[in-house]
């Protein structure tokens, strides 16, 4: 009988309640200081990012392909016979190319692999469907087909302090805002259909570009039952209070709270706010 595991990297930051609880397997990407490498989440927390933000700014890797055969061969010995894994958008990361360039060639698993075009939750909330759908069925492309399907009808917008570290991490993609920083404007960053980052809108001030965030919330659940998250990087509170006004809305089916990976903290540094936007 067929056996699917279902595999993400670490940037989908799904809680570990998550992972625990559907048996999701993560392979960590990397955090490189001067001083030595770090596994994203496993050897490395955010606050530690921040923390350290004044003295260095790190850059970031791929999961090691060592970390990626190995996690294969582990669940090759438990008996797995598929494995359908979810990555951060490969027009943000090399990540997916990676691990596709190693399932080419290993034998014992049948892949598939799915480029989310997408980070954080917009990739979590497919894998946690396509988690429940191997629960329900255990059918290995009904599982793929949900997870295709919910990445369809799920959208990614955020907001950052400054574009500073986009900018140093070679990760700005389409979005403009250079001139506009001393002017105020924050763009709202979303993710285009190629997995790239661009400027959805452009608002003059931190308090004003949040409420711009529950503004876009407000008009996609007017008609559509949505699940939402709230991912932020250093501005808890900021995050709560959008949080506490998304629970009022209506068509809310689901809200999930969220600190973004390590590995993405070093290219948005401290202050993002993002929302996740998913269709039931």
Known sequence: MAKTAIVSDSTSDLTLETIKRYNIRILPLRVIYTDGEYRDRVDITPEEIYSRFKEEIPTTSLPSPQDTVDLFNQLKQEGYTHAIVVTISSGISGTMNMIRNIADSYEGLSFEIIDSKSLTMGAGFAIIEGAKELEKTNDFEKAVNRIKTVLKGTKVYYVVQTLEYLKKGGRIGKVEGTIGELLSIKPIISINEEGVYYSYKKVRGRSRSIEELLEIIKEKAKETLVNIAIAH???????????????????????????ISPVLVVHTGPGLIGIV????
């Open 233 to 259: 990087g250093d501005a808890f509170l900021e995050a709560q209070d959008l949080l506490k006004k998304v629970k009022e809305l209506k068509n809310i089916n689901e809200t999930v709270f969220t600190q």
């Open 277 to 280: 936007i998913s269709e039931v």
